[in-house]
């Protein structure tokens, strides 16, 4: 079985790999931007190829049984790069794409973001491929990097409250996933944690995992704004940035799937064990 990873130099699609092989009767192909990145596993080839190179992405697709598609990231040509990859996998005969895409995602998602997702699973669903879909919450190890060297998370999300993933989950789900994709033919699977939280009940269940303090700041939309400014990020990504925040106060990512449970027969890992053991 020829099963290709995407984005195996990030931390999901690395990991899947690692998963993956070795493995008796699974030829692995890794594919990635910066191959440098990427997991030094013994015996298992690599191409160096982007979303928006349609001949490497057909080459390095070609003869695959199972595809994991993990989403490009924050881009203006985002949906195109997503095309390109998808029409890649049309022509080079791919017979099973994995894509990871996002919870309730779609057109009116209050996560900005999630709406190209929304777009790229109707892609999907138009390709005349076989495919599965993980729409995963928020990764529980980004709260990490979101509390950054101060261990502060500043943002407009309220008393909120979302079922963050261990990446280590999507990763495990993934794998399995890939190994008989066919079982799970035109599924979208929510893969959450076990529990919604609040951003200040993350905060507190971090600071106990990790022995460091962590705090939720409150920001209303105007002080999260320009508390971002100094970045110099365009428009549309400070808004994806803010709507991060908005969609948990919404209450549309409180939400526990059953995606985890269902593929690996275990429950979610919890918020608190996903950020003492990040990925």
Not at 135 to 140: L, P, T, V
């Amino acid at each position: 079985m020829r099963i290709v990873v995407t984005g195996a130099t990030g931390k999901v699609g690395g990991q899947v790999a690692r998963l993956l092989a070795p493995a008796p009767g699974i030829e692995l192909l890794m594919v990635g931007r910066s191959l440098h990145r990427a997991p030094q596993l013994e015996g298992v080839a690599t191409a160096r190829a982007e979303f928006s190179d349609a001949d490497a992405c057909r080459t390095a697709f070609a003869g695959a049984d199972a595809l994991l598609l993990v989403s490009a990231g924050e881009a203006e040509d985002r949906l195109a790069q997503h095309r390109t990859a998808i029409d890649a996998a049309v022509a080079a005969g791919v017979g099973h794409v994995l894509y990871t895409s996002f919870l309730g995602a779609g057109a009116d998602a209050e996560f900005t973001l999630a709406r190209d997702h929304g777009a790229t699973e109707e892609m999907l669903r138009g390709s005349g491929l076989a495919w599965t879909c993980l729409r995963d919450s928020f990764y529980a190890d980004v709260l990490l990097d979101f509390a950054g060297p101060d261990r502060v998370i500043r943002g407009p999300g309220g008393t909120g409250r979302c079922a963050f993933v261990a990446r280590r989950d999507v990763a495990d789900v993934a794998a399995r996933i890939l190994r008989d994709p066919a079982d799970w033919a035109g599924r979208i699977l929510d893969l959450t944690g076990p529990v919604s939280v609040s951003l200040a009940e993350a905060t507190l269940l971090m600071t106990r995992a990790r022995g460091e303090e962590y705090e939720y700041v409150d920001e209303t939309l105007a002080e999260a704004r320009a508390s971002r400014a100094p970045y110099g990020a365009p428009d549309w990504q400070v808004d994806a940035w803010l709507s991060t925040y908005t969609a948990i106060a919404s209450g549309a990512l409180d939400v526990v799937g059953d995606g985890v449970r269902e593929v690996l027969g275990r429950e979610p890992t919890s918020l608190a064990d996903a950020v003492a053991n990040p990925l």
